[in-house]
Each structure stands twice: as structure tokens, then as C-alpha cells.
């Protein structure tokens, strides 16, 4: 089984900067996507930024130019260097991966991490 671990996030100022860590283990054979969600009380989960395996990038709107999402395919991590960062931020940010461990297709989520950013 594939699994997504999160880390990174934490309490920062508005203005500020966070980097997300998210690193995969496990049977894989191949990582297609890995993706940034984030989901804010009383809302629904959304896109963050997504990376294919080779390096194409995808961004909401309201994080381009302060966004950047990366992976190492060595390590098996994607990240998400927050910067300039907004209270409209906070929220639970979930790893995705997307692949095929050699035997089956998965689609699997992290347990996410929270970022809070402060007026």
C-alpha cells in the first residue's frame, strides 16, 4: 500500500512563508501526479497545485505567483513553497498521489497538516 505523509505546516503571519513536505512510501512502481489540496472549515476540499512525473505544473488561480510546487522523484516528495502567504491560507493541506504500484492504480491522501496564517 502506497502511503502520503505531510509535514510542514504550522501558525505563520500574514505575509510569511511555509514549505510542505509530502513523502510517499511504500509498493511503488510509478508516481503519474502528485498534488497539493487544502480544505478550510466549512468548505469544500480544492485544488492547490498539481506536478506529473514530468515536471508539468497546474495552480488555482488564487495561488499562482506566490505558489510553487516541486517533487524529487529520487525521494518520492513533492513540495509546496508557500510564500506571501494570506488568512484566506488557512486551511488543511492534503498530499495526493497518483500511480501505479505494479499492480493496481492508486489514488491515495495524506492525513494533511495544517496551515494557519494569522492578520
Known amino acids: 500500500q502506497v502511503r502520503a505523509v505531510e509535514s510542514g505546516g504550522g501558525l505563520v503571519q500574514a505575509g510569511g512563508s511555509l514549505r510542505l513536505s509530502c513523502a510517499a512510501s511504500g509498493s511503488i512502481f510509478i508516481i503519474n501526479a502528485m498534488g497539493w489540496y487544502r480544505q478550510a472549515p466549512g468548505k469544500q476540499r480544492e485544488l492547490v497545485a498539481t506536478?506529473?512525473?514530468?515536471?508539468?505544473?497546474n495552480y488555482a488561480d488564487s495561488v499562482k505567483d506566490r505558489f510553487t510546487i516541486s517533487r524529487d522523484n529520487a525521494k518520492n516528495t513533492v513540495y509546496l513553497q508557500m510564500n506571501s502567504l494570506k488568512p484566506e491560507d488557512t486551511a488543511v493541506y492534503y498530499c495526493?498521489?497518483?500511480?501505479?504500484?505494479?499492480?493496481?492504480?492508486?489514488?491515495?491522501w495524506g492525513r494533511g497538516t495544517q496551515v494557519t496564517v494569522s492578520s
Open positions: 495526493n498521489l497518483k500511480g501505479y504500484d505494479g499492480k493496481y492504480n492508486f489514488d491515495n
Open positions: 506536478i506529473t512525473s514530468g515536471g508539468s505544473t
